[in-house]
């Protein structure tokens, strides 16, 4: 039986991956689990899979843990997550964090020869250099969870790098999509967090909104798979039965289609090479009807294109766009700032920035420290 640490048990990937888990029928143990503040779900979690380890955010928040879950270990913190991401008894960890807090764990388990089943793709836009070097060094492997990425992993298994010609994300257009400018303008937190086709936390919700969460999902693809940015493209595809396509340089296309359900990329992270069946209904193309795809809105939508601007730039340049962003969204939702004012706020952070090499882990830390300054300072003077 191999061993699993979720990390950010709580949160919607975390949901997920242990609705797989049920679905798998011990195939794998729980050894470690990690839920920030969400203290009562990540009790409740623990009590019902037995790990021997939890990791919660707060120094405070241990002793009340710890009180409940008598017998386990329980950890704190970025170090408490690095510690989890590393045990030596781990097969795999699952990387259910939001945002830069991923980066030092992820390290850690790619040092130390774990595979980390990535949800969490910020590690990989703010230091994709940094971790395919530690995987290389320490015999890691990055598995990509999220749908989009796991699906153009499954498409390029058994193609010669040589033959591909480019890739090709899907994105739903989020809520938002066909508007004008004039009409984002009032859009309120309440309507970003609800995602037309996809239940997701809500840092991700509102990336999916502004269409930045499929610019860090051209820069992950980037690393991912060895390609240029500019092989990276995006469309809009409404239905998000369509994952992901990759086309070869005989003009061939593979495109993996299936249901809008994160349970399909975890599980096949989970099993492969194998194929279990999954506990949902299979996808009728009848039904469907129809599959549209359209270019994106880059004027309206401007935060996929300052990633495509990040991307090429390279170096610190995406590790300073992802902070700003965590700073703006959540200034976005406390109603500090408008729905477009987060991506004017990523633009002028970006653009006054001049990017030095991601060549270490200080590097791209100081990076991500310095959007979020500029970020907040920006909100500061709203």
């Known amino acids: ?29 729980v050894l470690g689990l990690s839920g920030g503040r969400q203290l009562d779900k990540l009790v409740a979690r623990a009590r019902t899979w037995q790990p021997a380890w939890v990791c919660v955010a707060d120094p405070g928040d241990r002793e009340a843990v710890v009180g409940q879950l008598p017998g386990t270990k329980v950890l704190i913190g970025e170090e408490g997550l690095c510690q989890l991401a590393s045990l030596p008894e781990a097969d795999l960890i699952v990387n259910g964090l939001a945002g830069g807090v991923g980066l030092r764990p992820t390290l ?13 793709k910020e590690p990989i836009v703010m230091a994709g250099g940094l971790l395919l070097a530690a995987a290389r060094a320490g015999g890691g492997q990055i598995l990509p969870l999220d749908s989009e990425p796991n699906a ?13 010609a480019r890739l090709i994300l899907t994105a739903s257009g989020g809520p938002f999509r066909g508007r004008t400018r004039a009409q984002l303008a009032g859009v309120t937190p309440e309507q970003a967090l609800r995602h037309p086709t996809w239940k997701m936390g809500a840092k991700i ?29 995006v469309v809009i595809h409404p239905e998000s039965v ?10 061939a296309m593979l495109a993996h289609l299936g249901r809008t359900d994160m349970v399909l990329p975890i599980q096949y992270a989970l099993t492969h090479p194998q194929r279990r ?9 009848t039904q469907v ?3 549209r795809f359209s270019a994106p809105d880059r004027e309206n939508f401007p935060c996929l294109d300052l ?3 990040a991307g090429r730039l390279g170096g610190t340049a995406p590790a300073l766009l992802s902070g700003a962003d965590e700073v703006a969204v959540a200034g976005f939702l406390a109603g500090e700032i408008g729905f477009l004012d987060i991506a004017e706020l990523n633009r002028q952070v970006l653009e006054a920035h001049i990017p030095a090499p991601a060549d270490s882990l200080e590097a791209v830390l100081e990076a991500d420290g310095l959007g979020r300054r500029l970020a907040a300072a920006w909100i500061a003077k709203k």
Request: hydrophobic residues 40%; proline residues 2%.
């Open 108 to 120: 850690a388990g790619l040092a130390a020869g774990k595979v980390m089943g990535m949800a969490n």
């Open 205 to 233: 919700t509102v990336d999916s909104a502004t269409l930045m969460n499929k610019g860090f999902e051209v820069i992950e693809a980037s690393w991912l798979f060895g390609v240029g940015i500019d092989q990276v493209e």
């Open 277 to 285: 069946p999954a506990p949902l209904e299979r996808l009728d193309l």
């Open 289 to 291: 009807g129809q599959l």
């Open 152 to 164: 153009l992993w499954q498409c390029l298994k058994g193609e010669e790098k040589g033959s591909l």
């Open 1 to 29: 039986m191999k061993q699993v640490v979720v990390l950010g048990c709580t949160g919607s990937i975390g949901d997920t991956t242990f609705k797989v888990l049920e679905g798998l029928g011990g195939v794998y143990q």
């Open 307 to 309: 990633c495509y601007q």
């Open 242 to 251: 369509v994952h992901s396509l990759a086309e070869f340089t005989d003009g």
